[in-house]
Nanobody, 122 residues
Framework: DVQLQASGGGLVQAGGLLRLSCKASGVTFDHYAIGWFRQAPGKEREGVAC???????KYGESVKDRFTISSDNAKKTVYLQMNSLKPEDTAVYYC????????????????WGKGTQVTVSS
């Protein structure tokens, strides 16, 4: 079974930083794609960043140059380093993956972890 566990959220002031972690089990890191999504109250879910053994790394426009996605394959963990946080980054952040390592191209996930809340105060 694929399971994803996100952690690392919290409350931070604008301009601050946080690092989210996504621990994956049941995922083969030789051929994978794992992404971060977020959803703010009243807004649609948004793709934030994705890392894949097939398609490399992709970022959403709103976080490019501020967020960095990386993976530690030995630990089966994907990280999202979030710098220069803004109040508009406030959301529940989810990590997700798919069956065929196409997530970074399709942004259509098959498996989701429980979210972690990120709140950025102004």
């Amino acid at each position: 079974d694929v399971q994803l566990q996100a952690s690392g959220g919290g409350l931070v002031q604008a301009g601050g930083l946080l690092r989210l972690s996504c621990k994956a089990s049941g995922v083969t890191f030789d051929h994978y794609a794992i992404g971060w999504f977020r959803q703010a109250p009243g807004k649609e879910r948004e793709g934030v960043a994705c890392i894949s053994s097939v398609d490399g790394i992709k970022y959403g426009e709103s976080v490019k140059d501020r967020f960095t996605i990386s993976s530690d394959n030995a630990k089966k963990t994907v990280y999202l380093q979030m710098n220069s946080l803004k109040p508009e980054d406030t959301a529940v952040y989810y990590c997700a993956t798919d069956k065929y390592a196409m997530l970074c191209a399709t942004m259509q996930a098959d498996y989701w972890g429980k979210g972690t809340q990120v709140t950025v105060s102004s």
